[in-house]
């Protein structure tokens, strides 16, 4: 894919640009959605299919050749949107699974986990998307390409991948009727070890997220 793809003022349904701003925008809209909460039975289900789909616009652009922005300072946006309300909605429907363990770097050696949680990180992700389609309504294709490259490999294609891990899993505990763990009392700004980890984990049984979940009635 040449620069000059996105240079192109015409966009073409099959341009590279436009397919990934397009998954971009499904992103947004249906975590929005979901996050009003009226469909919180399956709530969980369609998070896992929307970060795999994104995910799959992030290794597009991972596997790009670098864009360049068209101007050498990024263009002031003004105020960043709010994501504080689309994170509260998503921690309280949830709640009590929003709380995962998660290990930021593979390659670091015996690196422990450390908490987080999956409405953190689906607001956080939603705020980098924002802003490069900020960019790419006003016009500026490259400008938007590059910032979802760039935040891409910095932020959100790390944090959508632990997200992906933790909702694959709770579908797994739940299609395997295998019992889940919680992590009772567990908070994200406790820097906790991998052994404290598992003594801090009390009980959650599948048959309290299952029904929920719509995935499978559990005996």
Do not use: C
């Not at 590059?146 to 910095?154: A, C, G, L, R, V």
């Amino acid at each position: 894919m040449s620069d000059a793809t996105l240079h192109e003022t015409s966009h073409e349904p099959d341009d590279f640009a436009v397919q990934i701003a397009d998954q971009v925008e499904s992103f947004l809209v249906a975590v929005t959605e979901i996050a009003k909460g009226d469909e919180p039975d399956s709530a969980v289900p369609f998070l896992l299919l929307e970060v795999s789909q994104l995910l799959l616009a992030g290794g597009r652009l991972g596997a790009h050749e670098d864009i360049v922005p068209d101007e050498r300072y990024e263009p002031d946006l003004g105020p960043e949107p709010d994501v504080d309300d689309i994170r509260e909605r998503l921690a309280a429907m949830l709640d009590p699974i929003d709380v995962y363990s998660e290990v930021f770097d593979p390659y670091e050696p015996r690196k422990a986990p450390v908490p987080a949680r999956i409405s953190d990180d689906l607001a956080d992700v939603l705020a980098d998307l924002r802003h490069g389609m900020a960019h790419y309504r006003a016009g500026r294709t490259t400008e938007a390409m590059w910032w979802w490259q760039f935040s891409y490999f910095s932020n959100w294609g790390s944090t959508a991948s632990a997200t992906l891990r933790a909702l694959q899993s709770l579908v797994a505990h739940v299609r395997l009727n295998q019992p889940l763990q919680e992590l009772d009392g567990l908070d994200t700004d406790q820097d906790l070890s991998e052994d404290v980890l598992a003594e801090e984990a009390g009980r959650v049984m599948v048959e309290e997220i299952g029904g929920p979940l719509g995935l499978r009635e559990v005996k």
